[in-house]
């Protein structure tokens, strides 16, 4: 889904005739806080994230090796954690669908996987940005 599909996806939203929508949405690609979540958080849809690790490029694709240090205290052991982590922490955000080809990936996310406040999510997104 690119953000040219946008307008008419909020089109459909707003015919009440869908209850869940499903987006790309990760630390990098955040359009959609602007028009799609705030709608789907006013007319109580559920929102499903596909691509919270950029089909794995946020992972495997970096320059550098991100800092997980600051967010050890909350359990968060890998990068892929911390992406999730971060997709899910947006209150609007139902649940995020990493896709992945290792079933191992599929517990170490899920134990990783934990909200987190506000100044860890900023932290995230600028580590993300410094480390692709």
Do not use: H
Not at 1 to 28: C, F, H, L, R, W
Not at 62 to 70: A, E, G, V
């Amino acid at each position: 889904m690119a953000p040219s599909d946008y307008p008419e996806m909020m089109n459909i939203m707003k015919t009440g005739k869908v209850d869940t929508i499903q987006i790309p949405y990760n630390a990098i690609n955040t359009c959609v806080e602007s028009d799609i979540l705030p709608l789907a958080e006013s007319m109580g849809l559920g929102v499903l994230v596909m691509e919270p690790l950029q089909k794995g490029r946020y992972v495997k694709d970096l320059r550098l090796t991100p800092d997980i240090s600051p967010l050890a205290d909350l359990g968060i052991t890998t990068w892929a954690q911390a992406l999730i982590s971060w997709v899910i922490s947006n209150k609007v955000v139902t649940t995020a669908i990493p896709a992945t080809s290792n079933p191992r990936r599929v517990r170490e996310n899920a134990l990783g996987a934990v909200e987190i406040p506000g100044d860890l999510r900023d932290y995230i997104k600028r580590e993300t940005e410094r480390c692709i």
